[in-house]
């Protein structure tokens, strides 16, 4: 039986809710949103499915998710707004602003490191519990205090959760705002979408459940069986912290399906958000959106620019995905719609970006987590730019 679609799509757009509708295919329990604005306008708005494989309760209008990594988009937008009202630079040590961070030959490290994944610092030495994670103050002490994992500028590593915390911990002192703070303040409230960093209490019922898919459990499992014993795996306490997440980042009511988690403000990976406030934020970078253009041209030309990409310091299969300051770039791990994207994907096959050319904000959110060659957002991504070159808006 067929997944039914609700929603509605712009004359001529009306296959992505085809394309959406086909991803459900096999996939039991699984539901998902869409959302797709272009100069502005809204062309598609969409979702369906199964919020809560639990009680079968259904995804609607009003079901938010958990974005994961789509999380250091948003977080990359406030540094790039920083940037362009002169408060923030990208090329300045991150001790001019976070004296602690200089500790163990960390003076050198710039805020284009840092957000760049170039700080040597991916992942934590010490094991975290979910305690410690949502303590603001124990996150950044540690990260301020630990000596890099590899000479910083001399390569880069993906930072999985580190990323939210050394770039939150930035804005922090900079706005004197927590990072979620300063996100409903500048983004959220004015753009009236339904986005935060650290979920209030109120909002808690509207949260989709998200669940580990077939693939994503077998990934995990393969990785475990190829580690060797006795050597810590970088990359996998990238995503653990040690004790604080299972690989999977979600197993029942543990990971970030745990309200703890939702609730404190976790700027790598705990965003909660709908897909169309997504869309909107995205379209927002680009084009007036709403009454509102959140950065000018200028600003996000130089957020764009290459900052890292290739083989990562602790290796890993390709494709690799490029890094400008902090926002990931098109490539043959995310391509997109094309160049001029720049945005993020999340954990499990969430995508959220803005294409300046194309004036586009686009995101798609799912519970159902999957790995590997998901095609679910990318299948929409072309249909998209299909439906573009079509109507002659590229």
């Given amino acids: 039986m067929s997944t039914r679609v609700e929603g509605s799509t712009a004359p001529g757009f009306a296959s992505l809710a085809d394309v959406l509708s086909a991803s459900f295919t096999g996939r039991d329990g699984m539901g998902a949103a869409l959302c797709v604005r272009v100069a502005g306008e809204t062309v598609a708005d969409l979702w369906g499915g199964t919020a809560d494989v639990r009680d079968r309760s259904p995804w609607t209008e009003e079901t938010t998710s958990v974005v994961f990594s789509c999380t250091k988009g948003l977080t990359s937008i406030l540094a790039a707004r920083l940037v362009q009202d002169g408060l923030l630079d990208y090329q300045a040590p991150v001790h001019a602003y976070w004296p602690e961070f200089a500790a163990a030959g960390k003076a050198a490290i710039t805020v284009a490191d840092l957000l760049a994944h170039r700080s040597g610092l991916s992942a934590p030495r010490d094991l975290l519990s979910v305690e410690d994670v949502i303590d603001w103050d124990t996150v950044t002490g540690l990260l301020a205090a630990q000596k890099p994992l590899w000479t910083p500028g001399e390569g880069h590593a993906y930072h999985a959760l580190t990323h939210g915390w050394l770039a939150g911990e930035v804005i922090r002192l900079v706005t004197g705002k927590t990072v979620g703070r300063y996100f409903d303040e500048l983004i959220a409230t004015p753009l009236h979408s339904d986005a935060w960093i650290g979920l209030p209490p109120s909002e808690r019922h509207r949260v989709a459940h998200l669940r580990a898919g077939a693939s994503l459990t077998d990934f995990v499992a393969r990785q475990a069986a190829a580690r060797p014993a006795g050597k810590v795996d970088w990359s996998d306490r990238a995503l653990t912290l040690g004790k604080a997440f299972p690989t999977e980042l979600v197993d ?17 990976a705990g965003g909660i958000a709908s897909a169309r406030a997504l869309a ?51 490539s043959l791990a995310r391509e997109y719609l094309g160049p001029a994207s720049f945005g993020h994907d999340g954990a499990g096959g969430q995508v959220a970006f803005a294409d300046v050319t194309h004036q586009v904000g686009f995101a798609f959110l799912t519970n159902l987590m999957e790995a590997g060659p998901d095609h679910r957002a990318t299948s929409i991504v072309n249909e998209l730019r299909r439906i573009l070159r079509r109507s002659s808006r590229i």
């Fill in 252 to 268: 029942g009511e543990k990971g970030f399906n745990d309200p703890r988690i939702q609730a404190a403000e976790v700027p790598g």
């Fill in 280 to 330: 909107t934020i995205w379209s927002s970078t680009v084009v007036e959106t709403d009454g509102v253009r959140l950065l000018d041209a200028d600003t996000v030309g130089e957020a764009i620019r290459p900052q890292a990409e290739g083989n990562p310091v602790f290796g890993g299969p390709p494709p690799f995905s490029r890094w400008g300051m902090g926002f990931q770039l098109p």
